[in-house]
């Protein structure tokens, strides 16, 4: 087979950007490029163009556009959820998975040293959250449970519909957040299906460009700012605005969660397609990502007797492009933590990758890696028992 100048199947860390998307981001910088705080004309139409971005993305979670708050990425729409859900609650008890995303964990740790109480709830093997234990956990101050839709490593969708009647049934003024970031786009869902206070959003997950994300925040909820400024989107989250950043976003959103069902079904095909190659060509590993209840684009993979870095960058001089885990922790050293928590053998953690597809991905890309894997750990094993 002719070796295909790039397969970019990392797409779980970042996207490449709409074309239209890049188009309209240019043409705000270069024509557009007022401050939407500015009362003139060029104001005004960056400010228009804000409000219609703002439209765009409360339209594909059936919410209203005044609940859509812009940030500078999913990091901060989990920080100013967590952090501002926390600083408007009289409780002191934070319940969340111990399978989430740095930018939930890392945050939560920060108000654990401000005097909170934390408790990660388990999940089991497949990655699901353990419900019985999450309602034995709840308590009558807890002030947040925060769960991501789509774990980033193994793909694994969680119950948040379950998860939020039971928080909402022991608990009615506990806020429940959801970090949708690979859930968006990916899969259909609206606000009201999920039924949450607060939802975190991220541009660059969806083919839009990076800097840019959103919180929705359910109208009644009530959050307060980390930051401090202007008094930009009611005083939520102030600062001049990323207009072409944001605007970029919104047409992302719109044109990815309009095709979300069809894009999503031929990810699933071929997500499929290569899990079947890898394990029929290649013995000894291990399929990290459930088989069910799981998105359409996440496939992680463990190989025996190999390292994840060492067939990363094998894969690399091959054109392939992939992850060994989650880019936001990739520089950290020891094992997953996300396949540590659902029992994954150490020496198989070694050998794990993540691969990531996107509405882009081929079949013939595909059919490369499947081949391109295959010979790579064969290659790589041989050298190993040297």
Do not use: W
Not at 10 to 21: A, C, F, M
Not at 262 to 290: C, H, W, Y
Not at 304 to 321: K, P
């Amino acid at each position: 087979m002719i070796a295909l100048k790039t397969v970019y199947l990392d797409n779980s860390s970042t996207t490449r950007v709409y074309k239209e998307g890049a188009e309209l981001a240019a043409d705000i910088m270069y024509n557009l490029y007022g401050n939407p705080s500015s009362l003139h004309r060029k104001g005004i139409e960056a400010e228009k163009l804000i409000k219609r971005a703002r439209e765009q993305i409360a339209e594909t979670l059936k919410v209203s556009p005044a609940e859509i708050y812009f940030t500078s990425g999913g990091t901060e729409s989990d920080n100013l959820a967590i952090m501002g859900a926390c600083g408007m609650s009289r409780g002191k008890h934070i319940l969340s998975t111990n399978i989430e995303h740095p930018a939930v964990l890392n945050t939560l740790h920060h108000l654990e040293k401000k005097g909170y109480t934390l408790e990660l709830v388990p999940v089991k093997k497949n990655g699901i959250v353990d419900l019985e234990r999450l309602s034995r956990m709840m308590r009558k101050d807890t002030a947040l449970v925060t769960a991501m839709f789509v774990n980033n490593e193994i793909g694994t969708i969680e119950p948040v519909e379950k998860i939020s009647r039971i928080v909402k049934s022991a608990n009615p003024t506990s806020v429940f957040h959801i970090d949708a970031v690979q859930a968006y786009g990916k899969i259909p869902f609206t606000a009201a299906s999920v039924n949450a206070d607060l939802i975190s959003l991220s541009s660059h997950k969806i083919h839009g460009p990076k800097g840019v994300g959103a919180l929705y925040i359910k109208n009644k909820s009530k959050v307060a700012p980390i930051l401090f400024g202007g008094g930009q989107q009611g005083n939520i989250r102030p600062g001049t605005e990323n207009v072409p950043g944001i605007a970029a976003f919104g047409l992302a959103a719109e044109k990815a969660c309009l095709a979300v069902v069809e894009n999503g079904a031929r990810m699933e095909f071929l997500k499929n397609r290569l899990r079947q190659g890898i394990v029929s060509r290649i013995d000894d590993v291990a399929v990290n990502t459930p088989l069910e209840n799981s998105a359409p684009h996440i496939l992680n993979v463990s190989f025996a007797n190999v390292r994840s870095e060492v067939l990363l960058h094998s894969l690399e001089t091959d054109g392939i492009y992939v992850s060994s885990g989650s880019a936001c922790s990739s520089h950290k050293k020891g094992p997953s933590y996300v396949l540590t928590a659902i029992g994954t053998d150490r020496k198989m953690i070694d050998g794990s990758i993540r691969f990531s597809l996107s509405e882009f991905t081929t079949e013939e890309e595909i059919d490369y890696t499947i081949e391109r894997v295959a010979e790579n750990v064969k290659k790589i094993r041989k050298l190993m028992k040297r």
